[in-house]
């Protein structure tokens, strides 16, 4: 038996345009977006999803940390939103989509079902998190970590970008500092759409990724401190070089990630006072651990500890190595999961399972209410660059997987 919305798709030109639209708000010449958190740029883009918010019947409230959020009111408001959306705020060298698509797809789920004359069950809460991206404040998926308690709203008012410039100074500037405390707008549950910002969908030919988790992550800080000597009079076997140290130490890691099938980096290594005749006397380094499965993750830090002490004891140096960051893997909820399978595989998408590799504010949210997550692929799964691209019958699908995921969750009123 039918019921209504079932044969319900959303506008697919009309997202695509939007996409398009936004995208002037600091656009680059090479095609991509450059709107950093709290500039000039986010003001833009924030005022013009505000007008189109309301425009669509959208009551829009903003709290302490600029985070923005879309209430579309439902039959039974005695309960939380579902909420849907993700960030509008990009890389400095960002694309159009990581994010945006998230956040226009919500929106135009909003206008289909208004074009409609559907009214759901509960009500739709469209979000704009405040600094996902984390490239001029520091931490990322800011706005939705103060959301969860993992900061509180003071902490994250005093960071600092590189300039000096507070998030509460940054906020004031656009106009973007809210009423409302952070944590006040509840919800029932949310789900993110999002561009994969990997290569997997593509390879398999898949449409739709089923997000049903998310890598932990592991990040340390290490020091290697050997001793500075001359490169023309030093023996090899009387060296302790620092940089001989790291080498060692970057294969090791590479050897027990493959080992026990995770992923680690090595994205920072700075020389101390470095010089083309001076054998390296300090590095500092830092490591990037990433596994869906907590149990790998320890296994990898013991193993890369276990490595780093054998290395340092012949190379007769010292290593520190200090865990600075643990984000523990996200589990999806079940519920959400089938959700988003269930509208896929009634849609007639293809689509299969799949762990999300970067962070997300969805991921966030998970540890407070249920969450799930819906992926399309994206060319070569190139993000965070001008380059990053997505078609537009991809953009639609993924759109059309979350207006069916919403519609089962809220459920439509009868009339
Ligand atoms: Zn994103």
Redesign the pocket.
């Known amino acids: 038996m039918s019921k209504l919305g079932d044969n319900l798709k959303i506008d697919s030109a009309r997202l695509w345009d939007t996409i398009n639209e936004t995208a002037k708000f600091g656009g680059t010449a090479k095609g991509g977006v450059r709107r950093l958190t709290l500039s000039a740029e986010d003001k833009q883009v924030r005022d013009w999803f505000r007008s189109a918010c309301e425009a669509a019947g959208c009551e829009v409230h903003v709290d302490a940390l600029g985070s923005m959020f879309a209430l579309r009111r439902g039959r039974d408001m005695s309960k939380p939103p579902i909420g849907i959306g993700?960030?509008l705020d990009t890389q400095p060298t960002g694309g159009k989509y990581?994010?945006i698509l998230?956040t226009l797809g919500a929106l135009e789920v909003v206008r289909t079902l208004n074009d409609a004359g559907i009214e759901t069950e509960l009500p739709i809460c469209i979000a704009n998190w405040t600094n996902?991206?984390g490239s001029r404040f520091a931490p990322a998926m800011m706005g939705s970590a103060a959301y969860v308690g993992d900061f509180t709203t003071d902490d994250i008012l005093s960071r600092k970008d590189i300039a000096g410039v507070t998030v509460g100074e940054a906020l004031d500037g656009i106009g973007y500092r809210g009423d409302v405390p952070v944590g006040t707008q509840k919800f029932s549950g949310f789900v993110e759409l999002?561009i994969e910002?990997g290569p997997i969908l593509e390879a398999e030919g898949k449409t739709i990724g089923v997000v049903d988790s998310g890598q932990g992550v592991l990040w340390f800080d290490g020091k290697i401190t050997g001793f500075e000597s001359h490169a023309g009079s030093t023996p090899m076997p009387l060296r302790r070089d620092a940089l001989g140290t790291l080498s060692e130490i970057v294969l090791a890691t590479e050897r027990v990630v493959s080992t026990i099938g995770a992923l680690g980096t090595i994205g920072e290594a700075v020389i101390a006072n470095p010089s083309r005749n001076v054998i390296p006397g300090e590095i500092a380094f830092t490591m990037d651990l990433r596994s869906v499965d907590d149990g790998k993750l320890e296994a990898i830090e013991k193993g890369v500890r276990e490595a780093i002490k054998e290395i340092a004891a012949h190379r007769k140096v010292e290593v520190t190595f200090d865990k600075v960051w643990h984000k523990p893997p996200t589990h999806f909820n079940k519920d959400y999961i089938a959700a988003v399978e269930h509208a896929a595989e009634s849609l007639g998408y293809s689509h299969r399972r799949i762990t999300s590799g970067?962070g997300?504010d969805a991921c966030n949210l998970n540890t407070i209410m249920p969450v799930s997550m819906v992926f399309v692929p994206c060319k070569d799964g190139i993000s965070h660059n001008e380059l990053e691209s997505s078609t537009q019958d991809d953009c639609a699908a993924g759109a059309n997987v979350l207006l069916h995921t919403v519609l089962a969750l809220t459920g439509v009123a009868s009339k």
């Open positions: 993700s960030h990581d994010g998230g996902e991206e999002h910002q970067a997300h």
